[in-house]
């Protein structure tokens, strides 16, 4: 029988999911008060679920991003790097990026504490 994932990777899941259908409420329900997030396509980091909410909408209001977790990867404790399919539209539907990309998760206290970008998890050898 296969072993349970991890609570952590159930929240991210969820998270996932939550962003995906923009359901910011419910994503931000995941994070802790001082989570600190990527301005992926702005450069530096928001930090809290007010600035999180504001970097979301005003992204949403630019670009259609859709991000579907692939693969888990638990690192040391607290951390686990999660291999992403990321595709990003045009508000026209346009395609402007598609590409695999690494998101590291850092946890407190069962929450999501900050997200960063990075390469994606190498499938052992690198290109």
């Not at 670009?63 to 026209?92: M, W």
Request: hydrophobic share 45%; glycine share 8%; proline share 9%.
């Amino acid at each position: 029988m296969p072993a349970q994932p991890a609570p952590e990777i159930e929240l991210l899941r969820a998270a996932y999911a939550a962003f995906n259908a923009r359901d910011i409420d419910a994503a931000l329900a995941l994070m802790t008060p001082d989570v600190a997030w990527p301005r992926a396509f702005k450069g530096g980091f928001v930090r809290g679920p007010e600035e999180v909410r504001a970097y979301w909408t005003e992204q949403w209001s630019e670009i259609n991003g859709r991000v579907e977790p692939i693969s888990f990867h638990p690192e040391d404790a607290g951390h686990i790097l999660v291999g992403v399919h990321q595709v990003v539209r045009d508000l026209a539907g346009a395609v402007l990026a598609d590409e695999h990309v690494g998101h590291r998760f850092t946890f407190e206290h069962g929450l999501i504490q900050a997200m960063e970008v990075c390469p994606p998890p190498s499938s052992g050898h690198s290109a």
